[in-house]
T-cell receptor, first 116, second 117 residues
Framework: GAVVSQHPSWVICKSGTSVKIECRSL??????MFWYRQFPKQSLMLMAT?????????EQGVEKDKFLINHASLTLSTLTVTSAHPEDSSFYIC????????????FGQGTRLTVV | AQKITQTQPGMFVQEKEAVTLDCTYD???????LFWYKQPSSGEMIFLIY??????QNATEGRYSLNFQKARKSANLVISASQLGDSAMYFCAMREGRYSSASKIIFGSGTRLSIRP
């Protein structure tokens, strides 16, 4: 069964509104989670590293104020796309490594965001 | 900086044949892990196989095996006896720091594999 749950699986929002995506680790605690973005027919690009109890670490070129990350607990990280625009339409997917299991990284089901 | 290169944007293979998906990587770290993931049209990332940089033997998982050539920095995925359900995108990925599950994973550009009946 799934060990990382991501919600919602798809969302359509109006331009200018904000959208929150949740990533939950099931049956294990994740002090670190990763957020990726994938445009059609492209690879997964790491956006940021979410750290429980501290600020997220963003990759170069990713706007911190636009993509707000909150790691509220050891099992939940959220990504909020603020003031969304059509160019933010993409597939967002989170990953949560299970501690002491470095031979695998678990991914959520992904969220397909469409901004109209 | 670490980098993953997949030079095959797309491949067509006849059902039941074996297929090799190429992956080369670049890293200055001596300790790292290599992954292969399958991504069907649904978008989910399905873990296939892992190879640690210090593992002496090539990893195998069922019909999947990883041809690890450390000196050449290559980690090709071999799928034996391909099936129609193998049609998907395949990503090679790397994480620096063998024992650090909290290290970020970066991905190659992917290979779209299509299996012909």
């Amino acid at each position: 069964g799934a060990v990382v749950s991501q919600h919602p699986s798809w969302v359509i929002c109006k331009s200018g509104t904000s959208v929150k995506i949740e990533c939950r680790s099931l049956d294990f605690q994740a002090t670190t989670m990763f957020w990726y973005r994938q445009f059609p027919k492209q690879s997964l690009m790491l956006m940021a590293t979410s750290n429980e109890g501290s600020k997220a670490t963003y990759e170069q070129g990713v706007e911190k104020d636009k993509f707000l990350i909150n790691h509220a607990s050891l099992t939940l990280s959220t990504l909020t796309v603020t003031s969304a625009h059509p160019e933010d339409s993409s597939f967002y997917i989170c990953s949560a490594p299970r501690p002491q299991m470095n031979t695998e990284a678990f991914f959520g089901q992904g969220t397909r965001l469409t901004v109209v | 900086a670490q980098k993953i290169t997949q030079t095959q944007p797309g491949m067509f293979v006849q059902e039941k044949e074996a297929v090799t998906l190429d992956c080369t990587y670049d890293t200055s770290d001596q300790s790292y892990g290599l992954f292969w993931y399958k991504q069907p049209s649904s978008g989910e990332m399905i873990f296939l196989i892992y190879q640690g940089s210090y593992d002496e033997q090539n990893a195998t998982e069922g019909r999947y095996s990883l041809n690890f050539q450390k000196a050449r920095k290559s980690a090709n995925l071999v799928i034996s006896a391909s099936q129609l359900g193998d049609s998907a995108m395949y990503f090679c990925a790397m994480r620096e720091g063998r024992y650090s599950s909290a290290s970020k994973i970066i991905f190659g550009s992917g290979t779209r594999l299509s299996i012909r009946p």
